[in-house]
């Protein structure tokens, strides 16, 4: 078997007012996506996120869902990658067209996200016609309790884990 190894962003990843933005035709779009061992204590964004899918099958007259399409993540910190806080003061657009394609803005698969502050504005997306769900913030993988607060604006479904979670909002 190979080796892993780890990489680590010390200071965290930072956002300074500027775009991050991603686009797929048919298949899934991520905005930042933290992977396998990637150790990142912090992201900020004070700019854009914006990801977005597009159905190369939908209706160009109303919109409507075609055939194919994509899952669209904000943030996906993957199983077994590692980041403790998330701010967002900015924009997150997550846009996710297909059929049952879905929006999410930010998903912690790693349960390790233990602080979430939005001041900012977060918008999840569906096609018109499609059937998949608008995760605004799914932290279920936590098991320790997350501080939540949001005086901005989230627009989707919050989730959170089985741990002693403190919401404000």
Do not use: C, H
């Not at 990843?13 to 991050?20: A, F, R, S, T, Y």
């Not at 099958?57 to 899952?71: C, F, P, Q, R, V």
């Amino acid at each position: 078997g190979g080796a892993n190894y780890t990489s680590t962003l010390t200071g965290g990843l930072w956002n300074d007012k500027g775009n991050i933005e991603t686009t797929s035709q048919d298949a899934q779009s991520v905005g930042i996506k933290i992977g396998s061992y990637g150790v990142v204590p912090r992201i900020q964004n004070d700019g854009d996120i914006l990801a977005t899918t597009r159905d190369t099958t939908s209706n160009s007259l109303t919109g409507a869902a075609g055939t194919k399409g994509g899952d669209a993540y904000g943030v996906l910190i993957d199983p077994l990658g590692s980041v403790s806080s998330f701010t967002n003061t900015g924009r997150m657009i997550v846009t996710a067209q297909g059929p049952t394609s879905n929006a999410y803005g930010v998903i912690d698969q790693s349960g390790t996200l233990t602080s979430f502050t939005n001041t900012g504005f977060m918008n999840n997306v569906l096609q018109l016609g499609g059937t998949g769900k608008l995760y605004a913030v799914d932290l279920r993988a936590n098991t320790t309790g997350v501080t939540f607060s949001n005086t901005g604006t989230i627009v989707g479904d919050v989730y959170f884990g089985s741990g002693n979670n403190n919401v404000s909002v």
